[in-house]
């Protein structure tokens, strides 16, 4: 009994998630309302208080789980090599691209702008934590270069979703890593 009960949780959530989804197509989460969101999931408004106190909770909550299943899709990848790293990347980019629909209304709809930098970080950050991708001599200026690179990162991610992910992920992982190794190798000081 028990785990029916689970899996009846776990379905009215995703269902309460995938209507929100639907409805931010056409309204900013600012505009979508419960009477709305439940309509369009067919199910009642306590059903949905039962879990929520609000839309944002909800979009918080698909968010995260968002954020978790990418996390999942690489945990434990390795990253030694530049080809360990292009590998994560291009396997983070195919996980995005099967669930595009998701991933480009979560970019553009963030709540406080979080959520594209975490999604990013994921993509991208860690490269700035790979030994001798920064040489010591321009750990100064990583900062600014690692804001560089995750904006940039970012904005091909974006563009690359909005336009249906014509190019593979193999070539967009590529292009990404390559921008951002030479921006985290250019050193400030000779310039």
């Given at each position: 009994m028990n785990v029916k009960?689970?899996?009846?949780?776990?379905?009215?959530?995703?269902?309460?998630?995938?209507?929100?989804?639907?409805?931010?197509?056409?309204?900013?989460?600012?505009?979508?309302?419960?009477?709305?969101?439940?309509?369009e999931a067919e199910m009642n408004r306590s059903t949905f208080y039962k879990y929520y106190t609000s839309v944002r909770d909800l979009y918080e909550q698909?968010?995260?789980?968002?954020?978790?299943?990418?996390?999942q899709c690489v945990r434990?990848?390795?990253?030694?090599?530049?080809?360990?790293?292009?590998?994560?990347?291009?396997?983070?980019?195919?996980?995005?691209?099967?669930n595009s629909e998701l991933y480009l209304m979560l970019l553009e709809n963030s709540i406080d702008g979080e959520f594209p930098y975490k999604m990013i970080e994921q993509t991208v950050g860690f490269v700035v934590?790979?030994?001798?991708?920064?040489?010591?001599?321009?750990?100064?200026s990583s900062e600014y270069c690692s804001l560089f690179v995750v904006s940039g990162a970012l904005?091909?991610?974006?563009?690359?979703?909005?336009?249906?992910?014509?190019?593979?992920?193999?070539?967009?992982?590529?292009?990404i890593f390559r921008l951002a190794a030479d921006a985290l190798r250019f050193n400030m000081q000779k310039h």
């Open positions: 009960n689970n899996q009846r949780v776990r379905l009215t959530k995703r269902l309460f998630g995938e209507s929100l989804i639907k409805l931010l197509r056409d309204y900013t989460l600012h505009e979508i309302t419960i009477t709305q969101l439940c309509a698909v968010e995260y789980e968002a954020l978790e299943r990418s996390a434990g990848m390795e990253l030694s090599s530049e080809k360990a790293v292009v590998r994560r990347i291009e396997k983070l980019l195919s996980y995005y691209r099967d934590n790979i030994p001798d991708v920064i040489p010591d001599e321009r750990k100064e904005s091909i991610i974006r563009t690359w979703l909005k336009n249906g992910t014509k190019e593979s992920p193999t070539v967009i992982s590529e292009l």
